[in-house]
């Protein structure tokens, strides 16, 4: 496989992956954890949802690690990955540049488009709110993805979970490999 194979394979795992994210976060009680509690009110439906997005999930991080892998071995990193290396991107920030970039790419990017708020992102990856009240350090100005300018605040808000996001252009061709 080539080094633009590779990288395009590796962008439509990564599409299929924010869709699963936004899919488990859209279901019913998705902010409850697995047990006793959450069967009762989310039902067994709900639990195997969750399940099933999960299992999705931890399938197509083993794809990627394998694709990352095969691009070193030919000698072509992909830049995504090596940016996040860069910058020191936990996992889960790297998650959040990527749901941004795909975000710009997808339907009604031009004129009426909404960016996500530091909520809507962060309610994708955490299912309880006591998580996403701590995971709002995420998305502060001097955390590793504004710090580096992977993303910018689009409409500012007095709580960082209300300011909505996006990736900045010159970024997009960064991470996309447009850059000369």
Known sequence: MTGEQLRREYLEIRSKLV?????RARLPYANLAKGTEGTEKCGSKGIRGLEEANEQISLAKDKLAKLCEAARAVGKPLKLEAVAQECELSEIEKEILIVLLMK????GCSGGQTYPTGSELLRLFYRHDFEILEARRLLYPDAPLRRNNLITVEDYAESVLNCTFRVPEQMIRRLLEHDA
Not at 19 to 23: A, D, G, L, T
Not at 104 to 107: K, T, W
């Open 19 to 23: 869709s699963v994210y936004q899919e």
């Open 104 to 107: 710009d790419a997808g339907p």
